[in-house]
């Protein structure tokens, strides 16, 4: 399984201007490509049946995630998050019959990140 996400960073720019004790909110929003390896269960389907499968699959999906950073001094600061995708489908057919496997995420996530206002870097 091969993933790709491409997120788009909406109000995160207070992260570069963030002070020591500060609090601030944002929201990532992005397209997320995924290979679910559709092709492979098709042709596992095919080989164990005999029959020829056809299938469809979604390539892609959208991607949100909202976060809560606080800075512990002016280069550190911590991050929790909470993300969600949206489904990305397969649909399999054999001799008229048609079954659909879907595919979602979501979860929290934490973060511990450093800021280097001198130099631009950001880890």
């Known amino acids: 399984m091969k993933i790709f996400l491409f ?4 109000l995160s720019s207070s992260l570069l ?3 020591e004790g500060e ?3 944002g929201i990532d929003m992005g397209y997320g490509f995924l290979d679910i390896g ?10 164990l049946s005999g029959s020829t499968v056809t299938y469809t699959a979604d390539e892609a999906t959208w991607v949100g995630r909202g976060y ?10 911590g991050e929790i998050g909470y993300f969600i995708s949206g489904e990305l ?3 399999y057919t054999l001799s008229g019959t048609t079954v659909t496997e879907a595919y979602s995420a979501n979860g929290l996530d934490f ?3 450093f800021k280097d206002s001198a130099s631009g870097l950001f880890f």
């Open 7 to 10: 997120i788009v960073c909406l």
């Open 17 to 19: 201007l963030a002070k």
């Open 23 to 25: 609090t601030h909110l």
């Open 38 to 47: 559709a092709d492979q269960t098709a042709q596992n389907i095919a080989n």
């Open 68 to 77: 809560i950073d606080y800075s512990i001094d002016d280069n550190f600061f």
């Open 89 to 91: 489908n397969a649909k």
């Open 111 to 113: 973060a511990a990140g």
